[in-house]
C-alpha cells in the first residue's frame, strides 16, 4: 500500500479523499481486523515552490505534505523507511500506543539510533484500541517542518461510527513554510540562546492560501454538496503555534480528539495545538449559498516572544447549479475568529471535551492512585558560553526550557538500547525530581535565579503503577500554555485551573466520571492541569513539550525482559 510519487499536492489529497471514501463505502475490500499493511517511505529531497520562492526540502516519496497511512483499528502496520538524505532521520507515529512496540515509536536517541545516509529501518506496530485521526512526523531536529503525514484509523470492518456516516472523509493538515532552511533556524536559536526565527506561513494541507502574497494560486479549497456532512480530520502538525480555527457561516461538531471519541458538541470555533488531532463534523448548507466561505486558522498566544502573528486559509466552495459559471462574482464570507490571546476561549472550549464513557467506549480513568507527582514546566536560562554574546533574556543568558527546573540533554545512545543491554550508566540517571526541589509562587512575581540544571535525568515505574500528574505553568520568564505530548500513553485530564495548583482544594473537584483522553495536552497559561494514566506499556517513553525543547523521559522497569518484548 505504498503511495507513489505525485508531483501536484492538490492531486495528492484528492486522492486520498477518494481513497478513504473508498474504504468506508466498500468495507469489502479490507478484510476483517488484523491484516498487515505495507509502507514503504523513502525520505528524499524534492523541488517545492511556496510564496514564489522554490527550495529543496525533506520529504517522503517527493510529496508535502506526505502520504497517508490508512490502516483500520486492529491491523498490523509496517513502514520501511529508506533514508536517501544527508540528515539523519526518524519517524515517529504520534498517538500510537506502541503496546509493546517500543522500539517502533521513533524519537530519536530515545528508542532507537536515527537512520543515517543510505540505511533503513522497519517500524513495525499494531493499532490497538484506537480509531480515528493520529499523524506521521519526524523526530529529529526540525526535519518534521516538511516530514508528516496522516495517519487515518478506521473502526474494525463492519463497525460503524457512533455518529451519523459522513459523506466524505477530508484529513485537514496545519503546517508551516520557511523560505528558509528550517534546520538553519534551529541551529542558529541553540548557537545564540534566543528565540527561533518564525515562519514565513501557516499552511492547510501544505498550501498557504490567498492571504499570503504571491499565494493565491496554492490554495487548498473544499468542495461539497448542499444537504451532505462530511468528516474533517483536523491535524496540527505545526512546529509552535496552537490554533483556532472556523469556517465561515458554518457550524462545527467535534465528535473525536487524538483517535478517542468524545461527546459530540457543536461550536463555531476550535483550538488545536501542536501535535494534537480533531475529528469535525462538517454539515452543509440545504441549498446552494449563492456565496463562498472562508476557512481560517490563526495562533492563540499568550507568550512574551515572537511568532507568526498571520493567518492561513483555505476555501470552502458549493457544487454549482448549472446556471452559474463562476465563483468570482459570489461573495466571500470570512469567519470571526478568538483574540490571539483569548486564554477565556481556550479553558472553555477544552472544557467542552468529555469521553463518550459508555459500555462500548468506556472511560477507564484510574480511580485509585499509587504515585502523584507535580511538574513544573516553564522557560528559564543557561549561562551564556564564554567569550559569546548571546540573544536570550540578556546577552549573557540563554533560554532554556525546563521541567521541574531541569532542562533535557539528548543523549548520543539509544536510551531505549542502553536500558534493555543493561548499559544505562553514563547515558541517564533516574533521578528525576518528581517535586520541585524549590517550591515558589508559580504563577506570581517569578524567583531572582532563573539559571536551570542540565541532564539525562528520568523517572522510573513499576509496570501497572497508576499515576497521577500535575503539571504547573510558572511565570519565571513569562507564563504561556505549554502542550505537552507523552509517548506510548493516553492520558484522562481531570481537572485544569488557573494560578496554582491547591493539592487540598482542587482534587475534590476532579472529573473521574467522564474526563477526556488525550495523548497531547495543554498546559494552561498562568495555570495547571491533572492528568491521570496506568503505565501499562513498558519502555521508554518520551514527555516532551512542542515544539521539542523540554523534554523528559518515563521509563518502565518492568516488563522490557518479559515474554515477547524481543519479537514485539
Known sequence: MGASLLSSTAFIFRVMFIVLNTVWLCPELASSAGIT????????????????????????NGQFPGPPIIAREGDRVVVKVVNHVQNNVTIHWHGIRQLRSGWADGPAYVTQCPIQTGQSYVYNFTITGQRGTLFWHAHISWLRSTLY??????????????????????????????????????????QNGGGPNVSDAYTINGLPGPLYNCSAQDTFKLKVKPGKTYLLRMINAALNDEL????????????????????PFRTDTILITPGQTTNLLLKAKPHFPNATFLMSARPYTTSRGTFDNSTVAGILQYEQPPK??????????????????????????????????????????????????????????????????CQGPTNSTMFAASVNNVSFVLPTTAMLQAHFFQQSKGVYTTDFPTMPNFPFNYTGTPPNNTMVSNGTRVVVLPFNTSVELVLQDTSIIGIESHPLHIHG????????????????KDPPKFNLVDPVERNTVGVPSGGWVAIRFLADNPGECMVHALPLGSSHKLGFEDGLDSNGWQTA
Open 244 to 263: 483556532f480555527f472556523s469556517i465561515a457561516n458554518h457550524t462545527l461538531t467535534v465528535v473525536d480528539v487524538d483517535a478517542i471519541y468524545v461527546k
Open 489 to 504: 500513553f493516553n492520558s484522562f485530564v481531570v481537572g485544569q485551573g488557573f494560578g496554582n495548583f491547591d493539592s487540598k
Open 324 to 389: 452559474y459559471s463562476s465563483f468570482k462574482n459570489l461573495p466571500l464570507f470570512k469567519p470571526t475568529l478568538p483574540p490571539l490571546n483569548d486564554t477565556s476561549f481556550a479553558a472553555n472550549f477544552t472544557r467542552k471535551l468529555r469521553s463518550l464513557a459508555n459500555s462500548q467506549f468506556p472511560a477507564n480513568v484510574p480511580k485509585k492512585v499509587d504515585k502523584r507527582f507535580f511538574f513544573t514546566v516553564g522557560l528559564g536560562t543557561n549561562p551564556c558560553p564564554q567569550n559569546q554574546s
Open 149 to 190: 503525514g496522516p495517519i487515518i484509523i478506521l473502526p474494525k470492518k463492519n463497525v460503524p461510527y457512533p455518529f451519523p456516516k459522513p459523506h466524505k472523509e477530508v484529513p485537514i493538515i496545519f503546517g508551516e513554510w520557511w523560505n528558509a532552511d528550517p534546520e538553519a533556524v534551529i541551529t542558529q536559536a541553540l
Open 37 to 60: 499493511r505495507h509502507y514503504k517511505f523513502n525520505i528524499k529531497l524534492q523541488n517545492v515552490t511556496r510564496l514564489c520562492h522554490t527550495k529543496s526540502i525533506v520529504s517522503v
